[in-house]
């Protein structure tokens, strides 16, 4: 089995997401750093989730084994990880009618809307989500039908064959950037424009297997935070290129292998925490905004700030215990017993 550096994935992880939770408080309170925009941040922090998502579930495919039916399993999980709670907070928003963003004013979402958002296909079929973060869904759903095939052709791909793969994720991305005009269609494949962000976390699980980390494990948290602050001096205009990120995953990719896993910590352990409960926080975090900070928009700030931290720690945590971790054993034993595929002896 290939060693994953697993509690730097957790600050990885953990720091992605507060990244885009700290872009919407930012947004919404008007706050403005010295180095970094908060679209800025926040966009940064769900590519940090492309390469993660894609290095963690490589590693996944690894786990599966020899079976038989290792994709089937592969896409089952997925979808029994991804949609309970995506659906459930789809389903919350129309109800309580939450705004796609908490400073702007609620609009009911049509019923092809809602479908298209609890599928997870807005890109697709071009309508818009109904809550800010489920933009980059669709996009990691779309990934997962390629991670099976991808993963065949890397796992004994050398260090110049990884190489070809980005540069090969690199012409794609441009392909869909530069192709709409010429190809009307090509804007329901914009998943392809962010292909280099996944193939960087593809790469970092290759090279985790073929080369020996050497950096001092205390650089990690320090090199991730300077990446995210220095690199917006150098790349910009983020709305309308994709490809802005493109070298900042690369430059995380290649430092996941290079740098020794952190010792167990209280900073590893908090981590692991935030990265448990990161789904929840992602996809909650904008109600939790909206009713702190807009329902209760004329109480004292303090009572503002008071119902956010708790609603942004609470929200994650009954969403992970009632609908997440059980979807997760559901999709898990679905596999093992192989009930959908007509399976007679499945491995657990």
């Known amino acids: ?39 800025e941040l926040g966009h940064d922090g769900v590519l940090l989730f492309f390469v993660h998502t894609s290095l963690v579930l490589m590693g996944s495919l690894e786990r599966q084994g020899e079976r038989s039916d290792w994709v089937k399993a592969f896409y089952v999980r997925r979808a029994w990880r991804i949609y309970p709670l995506s659906i459930a907070t789809v389903l919350l928003v129309a109800i309580i009618a939450v705004p796609v963003m908490p400073q702007r004013v609620f609009h009911a ?8 958002n609890i599928a997870l296909t807005q890109n697709l079929v071009g309508v818009g989500s109904v ?14 039908l390629l991670l099976p095939l991808l993963y065949v052709v890397v796992r004994r791909t050398s260090a110049r064959g990884l190489t070809v793969l980005w540069v090969t994720g690199v012409l794609v991305g441009l392909a869909q950037i530069y192709g709409q005009p010429r ?17 960087a976390g593809i790469m970092a699980y290759r090279l985790c ?19 995210l602050a220095i690199y917006p001096e150098f790349i910009s205009d983020v709305q309308r290129a994709p490809a802005r990120g493109w070298l900042l995953c690369l430059a995380v990719a290649l430092l996941i292998p290079a740098v020794r896993e952190m010792p167990a910590s209280r900073l590893t352990a908090l981590s692991g925490v935030i990265a448990k409960y990161s789904y929840g926080v992602y996809l909650l975090h904008i109600p939790a905004l909206w009713f702190s900070f807009i329902v209760l928009s004329s109480s004292p700030a303090y009572v503002r700030w008071s119902v956010f931290a708790a609603l942004v720690v609470a929200l994650p945590w009954l969403a992970y ?10 999709g898990r034993r679905v596999v093992q017993r192989g009930t959908i595929f007509g399976a007679a002896n499945v491995a657990p």
Not at 109 to 116: M, N, V
Not at 131 to 144: A, D, I, K, R, T
């Open 1 to 39: 089995m290939t060693k994953l550096p697993e509690r730097n994935l957790d600050v990885l992880r953990a720091i992605a997401v507060l990244c885009v939770l700290v872009s919407h408080i930012a947004v919404l309170r008007h706050w403005r750093f010295g180095v970094i925009t908060p679209y």
């Open 109 to 116: 979402a049509t019923p092809f809307q809602l479908l298209a």
């Open 131 to 144: 809550l800010g973060p489920f933009w980059s869904l669709p996009l990691e759903m779309q990934m997962y």
């Open 183 to 199: 190809f009307p269609v090509a804007w329901r494949l914009n998943v392809l424009a962010y292909a280099p962000c996944f193939v």
């Open 209 to 227: 297997a073929i080369t020996t980390a050497r950096i001092e494990s205390w650089v990690w948290p320090i090199a991730i935070g300077s990446l």
């Open 321 to 330: 215990t009632m609908i997440e971790h059980p979807g997760i054993r559901i």
